[in-house]
């Protein structure tokens, strides 16, 4: 079995910096595009922030665009998210997805809290 194991998260003041990271238990999964999304108290889970398996391409909501960042490192099979300038409504807790169409399987990290306070 595959697990994402997400860590980094905290508690921050407003303007400050967290860097979120998400690594696979058991298997390496290559060849997986790598995604965050997140769910803030009462609402429902939304996208934050994709990139894609090959690396060519990232994609961000709107609300976190040009403050954070999504990159991975192939040699440590690792995903990382890095939060500048973060605001209070970016508190939620934030989870780490995998997926692959080609394969026809996805996995979710059990999730990490990141709160914001003003």
């Known amino acids: 079995q595959v697990e994402l194991v997400e860590s980094g998260g905290g508690s921050v003041q407003a303007g400050g910096s967290l860097r979120l990271s998400c690594a696979p238990s058991?298997?390496?999964?290559?060849?997986?595009?790598k995604a965050w999304f997140r769910r803030a108290p009462g609402n429902e889970r939304e996208f934050v922030a994709g990139i894609r398996r090959n690396g060519a391409g990232t994609l961000y909501a709107d609300s976190v665009k040009g403050r954070f960042t999504i990159s991975r490192d192939s040699s440590k099979n690792t995903v990382y998210l890095q939060m500048d300038s973060l605001k209070p409504e970016d508190t939620a807790v934030y989870y780490c997805?995998?997926?692959?169409?080609?394969?026809?399987?996805?996995?979710w990290g059990q999730g990490t809290q990141v709160t914001v306070s003003s």
């Open positions: 058991g298997r390496p999964l290559y060849g997986f595009s």
């Open positions: 997805y995998a997926y692959s169409a080609n394969f026809g399987r996805d996995y």
